[in-house]
């Protein structure tokens, strides 16, 4: 009897031996398709998704030296960059919830503002400085022989406004042209074919035309410095539940831009890369634009109780668009920017 029993308790403590294999067998799997779910490193940091849409421009590289080189999961991040072309597509892609933000110009994020859908400027990426400009037919000279030509533009953007802001300085209006409304690639395009008089649009269209003799560069946003900025932006709703993701991309992005002060070249390389451009065509394009580094970012945010000059050109930015009717009513320029986190950043 005895002997009995002690069969059934090594029975007992065999099946039990055998059921705490398979719940750790199970356990692990469970982990690790946990872990794939949340987005964990595998080594106990937990990443935070993050979803941001743009257009292709080459002041956006740094989001994509940020990303390749491991500096937004270095600060806990998972940080998905979403090449959208079509404006109203981005648009719709906030809109529905499919983004958490956008890297874009300040005139379209007023628009995007007044159709309801608040955003929190956290960087400043670039300032245009000459790669926006004006094309014009080889027989049209200066700003003010456009009278009566026909311009192609991107009406409400920042295109419009760089048009407005040359004319004004040659003592002219829209008034005085004749609008062909289409993007900024397609006004680009559409000149080299010879289809309009005059175009409005960025690179590299203004240095294909110039290089190849097919029309003249009457003007560039190098005139107009801080008059294009563009800048990354979330969500306010998405932003006031994750103020350390914020922390953290900007945290990632000063840190990027510090990279690329010390290692130009292979920084390059990454970025045109993201881009999807050749380096060669990045490094030309960084040209005529500007990108900003922590320093910078702080000096151009300012604080709440001293607004920097991002203020200054968002509020130009607003004032264009109410002024023009393509927002109905003037958004808060200070609801849309959050100098928190360029303040609180160190590298």
């Known amino acids: 009897m005895k002997r009995k029993l002690n069969r059934i308790a090594i029975l007992f403590l065999a099946l039990a031996l055998a059921g705490l294999a398979l719940a750790g067998c199970g356990g692990g799997s469970k982990q690790k398709a946990t872990d794939q779910q949340t987005g964990s490193s595998g080594q106990g940091q937990q990443l935070t998704p993050v979803k941001l849409t743009m257009t292709t421009w080459s002041g956006y590289g740094p989001l994509f030296l940020a990303r390749d080189k491991g500096f937004f999961q270095k600060h806990g991040l998972d940080v998905q960059l979403i090449v959208i072309q079509g404006l109203g597509e981005r648009k719709q892609a906030l809109a529905g919830n499919q983004v958490d933000g ?6 379209i994020e007023t ?8 955003l929190k400027q956290i960087w400043a990426l670039d300032d245009s400085y000459g790669g926006d400009g004006i094309l014009a037919k080889p027989e049209i000279k200066t700003i003010k022989d456009l009278k009566g030509k026909n311009v192609a533009y991107d009406f409400g953007t920042a295109s419009h406004i760089l048009l407005l802001s040359i004319l004004a300085k040659n003592g002219m209006t829209e008034n005085d042209i004749h609008h062909v409304q289409m993007s900024a690639s397609d006004a680009g395009s559409t ?26 560069l009457l003007a560039t946003s190098k005139e107009t410095p801080g008059l294009i900025m563009d800048t990354v932006a979330l969500r306010s709703d998405w ?59 702080k000096e151009m945010f300012g604080t709440a109780d001293k607004p920097g000059t991002l203020y200054t050109s968002l509020q130009q930015a607003i004032d264009f668009g109410f002024n023009n009717k393509v927002i109905k009513s003037k958004t808060d320029a200070k609801a849309m920017i959050d100098p928190t986190f360029v303040n609180r950043a160190k590298i």
Not at 111 to 118: L, N, S, Y
Not at 193 to 202: I, L, Q, R, Y
């Open 111 to 118: 628009q995007i503002v007044a159709a309801g859908i608040p």
């Open 102 to 107: 956008i890297a874009t110009t300040l005139d």
């Open 239 to 297: 932003a006031d539940k994750h103020p350390q993701a914020l922390q953290a991309m900007v945290d990632a992005l000063a840190e990027a831009m510090q990279y690329w002060e010390s290692n130009k070249a292979e920084a390059n390389a990454i970025m045109a890369k993201g881009l999807g451009i050749k380096q060669e065509e990045f490094e030309s394009n960084l040209q005529t634009l500007r990108l900003f580094n922590l320093a910078q970012n």
């Open 191 to 216: 000149f080299v074919a010879g289809k309009v008089d005059a175009a409005v649009t960025w690179e590299p269209w203004l240095s294909k035309v110039v290089k190849e003799n097919k029309g003249n």
